[in-house]
């Protein structure tokens, strides 16, 4: 797919920045920071989209998620960290998908330049990451399908846009109750989503098993086997480990999790926004 840096030239230079950063960390502490990633930034596009409704901005007609159109930054087959090859990433996208809101692109809602760049940075911020991260998330995703975390960010997206604002908001705050109502949406739909997409991973075959125990040893006929299983068999088995991960991870980010540590997120979208 040909995907586009985004428009603004400040925020292309920080996508660019961004993508000279490699952490070279396990699948675990990976998994955990993806997941903490993606959940930032769907309280980010959901503050943002508050706000935009209540600055009065036109959010009528079918809102869909489809596949990404931006992209900060491109990965690497030969990544390197202090030197040493890494082994080939790719460019992961935090968020499940590119919204769209009666055929338009979500920040083209907004009348302000600035604030339209920040939404669109969103939307292309992505991450170097092995392969088995982006297999993953295109399964948990579900593009066009009901019950994947594209389905949950378009729900998440419904709730807050069809929702009735409770009591007087100071103009350029976020109206909080309607960005609770929406996350919690999204927070539910994310942890069936995952589970969805771990199902689906597990009916695939992955690297054969070892046969005997690690007291009596392995027979010799597993070990082969396990050692000439194909790639995509041990990205399987690392995709679906990596799912795993994200489902315990999920279950933790709900409003509450929002509230005690993801604040400043928040005020950070109220400052950046400008209309």
Same mark, same amino acid.
């Given at each position: 797919?040909?995907?586009?840096?985004?428009?603004?030239?400040?925020?292309?230079?920080?996508?660019?920045?961004?993508?000279?950063?490699?952490?070279?960390?396990?699948? !675990?502490?990976? #998994?955990?920071?993806?997941?903490? +990633? %993606?959940?930032?930034?769907?309280?980010?596009?959901? @503050?943002?989209?508050? *706000?935009?409704?209540?600055?009065?901005?036109?959010?009528?007609?079918?809102?869909?998620?489809?596949?990404?159109?931006?992209?900060?930054?491109?990965?690497?087959?030969?990544?390197?960290?202090?030197?040493?090859?890494?082994?080939?990433?790719?460019?992961?996208?935090?968020?499940?998908?590119?919204?769209?809101?009666?055929?338009?692109?979500?920040?083209?809602?907004?009348?302000?330049?600035?604030?339209?760049?920040?939404?669109?940075?969103?939307?292309?911020?992505?991450?170097?990451?092995?392969?088995?991260?982006?297999?993953?998330?295109?399964?948990?995703?579900?593009?066009?399908?009901?019950?994947?975390?594209?389905?949950? !960010?378009?729900? #998440?997206?419904?709730?807050?846009? +069809? %929702?009735?604002?409770?009591?007087?908001?100071?103009? @350029?705050?976020?109206? *909080?109750?309607?960005?609770?109502?929406?996350?919690?949406?999204?927070?539910?739909?994310?942890?069936?989503?995952?589970?969805?997409?771990?199902?689906?991973?597990?009916?695939?075959?992955?690297?054969?098993?070892?046969?005997?125990?690690?007291?009596?040893?392995?027979?010799?006929?597993?070990?082969?086997?396990?050692?000439?299983?194909?790639?995509?068999?041990?990205?399987?088995?690392?995709?679906?480990?990596?799912?795993?991960?994200?489902?315990?991870?999920?279950?933790?980010?709900?409003?509450?999790?929002?509230?005690?540590?993801?604040?400043?997120?928040?005020?950070?979208?109220?400052?950046?926004?400008?209309?």
């Amino acid at each position: 797919m040909n995907r586009q840096r985004v428009s603004d030239p400040n925020l292309r230079s920080l996508g660019n920045f961004q993508g000279t950063i490699d952490r070279n960390s396990n699948f !675990l502490q990976q #998994a955990l920071d993806h997941n903490l +990633g %993606r959940n930032i930034r769907v309280a980010k596009v959901l @503050g943002y989209l508050a *706000l935009l409704r209540q600055r009065g901005a036109s959010l009528t007609g079918v809102i869909q998620c489809v596949a990404a159109q931006r992209q900060n930054f491109s990965s690497s087959k030969s990544m390197t960290h202090m030197s040493m090859p890494t082994g080939p990433t790719e460019a992961a996208h935090f968020l499940p998908g590119h919204i769209l809101i009666g055929s338009k692109d979500i920040w083209n809602l907004a009348t302000n330049p600035a604030t339209r760049g920040h939404i669109e940075f969103l939307f292309g911020e992505v991450e170097h990451l092995p392969a088995p991260f982006n297999q993953a998330d295109t399964v948990a995703e579900a593009k066009g399908e009901p019950g994947g975390l594209c389905s949950a !960010l378009v729900h #998440a997206c419904k709730t807050l846009v +069809g %929702r009735h604002l409770m009591g007087r908001v100071s103009d @350029g705050k976020i109206p *909080l109750d309607l960005v609770q109502s929406a996350y919690g949406d999204w927070h539910l739909d994310a942890v069936r989503a995952l589970n969805s997409g771990a199902a689906k991973k597990s009916t695939k075959p992955g690297i054969p098993p070892l046969v005997g125990d690690r007291f009596e040893g392995y027979t010799g006929e597993s070990i082969a086997a396990r050692s000439d299983a194909s790639t995509e068999l041990w990205n399987r088995d690392d995709s679906l480990r990596i799912l795993q991960y994200y489902i315990e991870d999920q279950q933790q980010r709900t409003w509450q999790w929002v509230m005690k540590d993801c604040r400043e997120a928040l005020r950070e979208v109220e400052s950046n926004f400008k209309g």
